[in-house]
């Protein structure tokens, strides 16, 4: 069913536009066409995911302030959360065909031009409806910047490495996000979206330097004239996106794939994103204190995504994924029944190594290498609807039942995340 890096691809009657798309090609063949691309891309291709991270890992650090600032409960940040499941739902949907238009690197710098202008309407600390609709712009961004990024270091030789090297630097955004959001919230007189200049900065420099790597493989330069043969080409294009997307939509892999995402980001989402709610409240701990304990995790995250790449890959991703989600279970319950911030600390950084390799390194074998790109938008939109509906369902029943609630909630997520796991083929033997 996978298709190996260098073989032979599929033959197609739209084969002179799937060129254009990227469909069906070799990294082989994507190096001989632009050698000097492709070596620029390979070394920054892990950088661009950094302002992703820096967005999703400040957000555990910042909800209480959030709260105390627009003076909410917990069940009103539903709402960002289910918008930017919208916007990865769009990107979803319409992902394949803006690609086709404006080319792959296009499609990146899209990707970071939605993320820029997202940050933009966030540091003025804007009413809380503004807030929340940041966060469409945010999935926007995220979905074309990452799913390209992903999709192109899948192809490239020794891929577990490089998928290493990516999303090791995308944990180190996570790391330093919430020490810099914390940082900010606590010493600026409650002025915590003053953050956001963070973000909105490395993002400006994402984008630039997004546009300069990628200048030539953006489609939307050569544009300019709206001829019949390129009216003709667009139709073609699209209906080259239609046929992708219901390929992509009929694979088993990809629908398996997409439950193990939906539970275990829903879970990463929600520990991340109340920890630091629950050990203030709960636990007793002072905000200036414990909101740097979500970098623990993801301290302990980043380091897994570079030390466990190797082993990960030469004993199995089946197995070893598997004894890093029930090693997580074990974890959590310990988290939960121990009422010692300390422990608390320490059990979270060793639960963020556990997963540091729960990220899409399997999906290069599991799905064929024309449909990667279309299979990880359907990946990543089921990701992020677990990743909106969990933390949000947790806040409408902290709201009720107080937040307490959330360690019994996140036992149960890491359980269905081991079981959706074992359902996974292994790709060995595929």
């Known amino acids: 069913m996978a298709s190996e890096v260098g073989a032979p691809t599929r033959t197609s009657p739209n084969e002179d536009i799937e060129l254009q798309l990227g469909i069906g090609q070799t990294e082989e063949h994507r190096t001989k066409q632009h050698p000097e691309v492709s070596n620029e891309t390979s070394a920054i291709t892990p950088l661009a995911l950094t302002p992703t991270a820096s967005n999703d890992g400040n957000i555990g650090a910042l909800i209480p302030y959030i709260l105390r600032g627009y003076f909410i409960t917990t069940a009103w940040m539903a709402i960002p959360y289910g918008v930017a499941f919208f916007g990865w739902l769009l990107a979803a949907v319409f992902g394949g065909y803006v690609r086709s238009v404006l080319g792959s690197g296009g499609y990146i710098a899209a990707g970071a031009s939605f993320q820029v202008f997202a940050q933009l309407l966030r540091f003025w600390k804007p009413p809380f409806g503004v807030f929340a609709a940041s966060f469409v712009f945010i999935a926007l961004g995220q979905a074309f910047q990452d799913t390209q990024a992903n999709t192109y270091v899948a192809t490239i030789n020794q891929a577990h490495r490089w998928l290493g090297l990516t999303h090791g630097c995308y944990a180190i955004g996570l790391l330093v996000g919430p020490l810099v959001a914390a940082a900010i919230a606590s010493n600026f007189n409650g002025q915590w979206a003053t953050f956001y200049y963070v973000p909105a900065g490395i993002g400006a420099f994402n984008l630039a330097l997004t546009v300069y790597v990628f200048r030539d493989e953006m489609s939307f330069f050569q544009r300019h004239h709206g001829t019949q043969a390129q009216q003709h080409g667009d139709l073609r294009r699209s209906t080259v996106a239609r046929r992708e997307l219901a390929a992509t939509l009929k694979l088993k892999s990809v629908w398996l794939i997409s439950l193990f995402y939906f539970v275990h980001l829903g879970a990463g989402i929600t520990a991340g994103g109340w920890v630091v709610e629950y050990l203030h409240v709960v636990r007793g701990g002072a905000l200036s204190q414990v909101g740097y304990i979500s970098s623990g995790f993801y301290g302990g995250n980043a380091l897994g ?126």
């Open 305 to 430: 995504r570079f030390v466990l790449a190797e082993p990960t890959f030469r004993f199995g991703e089946k197995r070893m994924l598997l004894i890093y989600a029930l090693l997580s279970v074990a974890l959590q319950i310990v988290f939960w029944r121990v009422s010692n911030i300390v422990v608390d600390a320490v059990v979270t950084s060793i639960i963020g190594f556990c997963w540091g390799l729960c990220f899409l390194l399997v999906y290069r074998k599991l799905i064929s290498t024309e449909l990667q790109s279309s299979g990880l938008a359907m990946v990543f939109v089921m990701a992020q609807a677990g990743g909106a509906m969990f933390p949000a369902v947790t806040g409408i029943i902290s709201a009720e039942a107080g937040v307490d609630t959330l360690q019994p909630i996140l036992v149960r997520l890491l359980a269905m995340m081991a079981i959706s796991w074992f359902f996974v083929p292994d790709p060995k033997k595929v």
